[in-house]
């Protein structure tokens, strides 16, 4: 009896104890307010062992669109879109390359009117005349020669070709075309007329002659004064009549100073003192002109 009873109390102590280590252990939760209710805080626990990381940050942003795959069309106009933006960029950048001055390119468009020859001739200068839209015997044509400072009536050399088309910035037959309403303004401006009627003789005469024959000289002059000075058809008769069979310098230049400096109605005319107009006294005199006689065969009021 004595050790049955030694045993029940022996199992009752152990019992209490462990009720009394349980009872500490609660207040010590319970002070540190974690002793929630257990389903609660086991139902919390699920949740966030359940929530997994991406499904927690979807709740923090927004959820991305998933990317339509692109389709054939799709690809098509964007590679449209890319092949339109690369040629207006090339385009731009040939016209950009096209509008400088290439020394190859104007050596090229210069055989293309030589041939296989350093100069362009009669016939390539026919063709190069035609491309340009000018005819031959246009002064703007004079013009070009004297930019290019040609020696011989008819023919561009290499040299004089590249020197010439380098200070005009040709190099294409369209860039000349462009250029043919400034070459004919310089005839505006005296000092470059003077130079360009000058270079005009000897550009126009034989080079084994010191003189210009008489039909060049009509003709040179004619599309030099022609439309510019009102006496001209008076001179020109004067040359068709005349026994003159070329011109000198001398008188070429000062065919140009009497056209600038003497009145239309020759009133400021001395035949005494303007010796150096002894050209122009034979000319007067060859065809009976008086600027004040009204039976003379040209008159000119005053």
Request: with cysteine; glycine share 4%.
């Amino acid at each position: 009896m004595h050790s049955d009873a030694a045993a029940v109390n022996f199992q009752l102590n152990s019992h209490l104890s462990t009720l009394a280590n349980i009872h500490k252990i609660y207040h010590t939760l319970n002070k540190l307010n974690l002793t929630e209710d257990v389903g609660q805080d086991d139902h919390q626990t699920g949740s966030l062992r359940s929530c997994s990381s991406s499904d927690c940050f979807s709740k923090v942003m927004p959820p991305r669109k998933k990317r339509r795959p692109a389709t054939g069309d799709d690809l098509s106009a964007k590679k449209s879109r890319h092949d339109g933006m690369y040629r207006k960029y090339d385009s731009t950048r040939i016209k950009a390359e096209e509008e400088v001055f290439s020394s190859k390119r104007c050596l090229e468009w210069f055989y293309e009117y030589a041939g296989t020859d350093d100069v362009v001739g009669p016939e390539g200068m026919e063709k190069f005349c035609e491309d340009i839209g000018v005819e031959p015997e246009n002064v703007v044509m004079l013009v070009l020669a004297w930019k290019l400072d040609a020696q011989n009536m008819g023919y561009f050399t290499l040299q004089e070709w590249l020197k010439g088309m380098t200070s005009l910035q040709c190099d294409t037959t369209e860039k000349l075309r462009n250029s043919l309403d400034y070459l004919r303004t310089l005839l505006n401006e005296p000092t470059n007329f003077k130079l360009i009627y000058r270079y005009a003789f000897d550009f126009a005469r034989e080079k084994d002659q010191r003189s210009l024959d008489i039909n060049t000289a009509k003709c040179m002059l004619g599309l030099l004064l022609g439309k510019t000075w009102p006496l001209f058809p008076v001179f020109h008769q004067f040359l068709e009549q005349s026994k003159y069979k070329v011109i000198n310098k001398d008188q070429w230049c000062n065919v140009l100073e009497f056209s600038r400096t003497i009145n239309l109605d020759l009133s400021n005319y001395d035949e005494d003192g303007a010796c150096k107009y002894y050209f122009f006294r034979s000319i007067l005199n060859s065809l009976s002109f008086s600027p004040y006689d009204p039976n003379s065969s040209v008159h000119f009021s005053r």
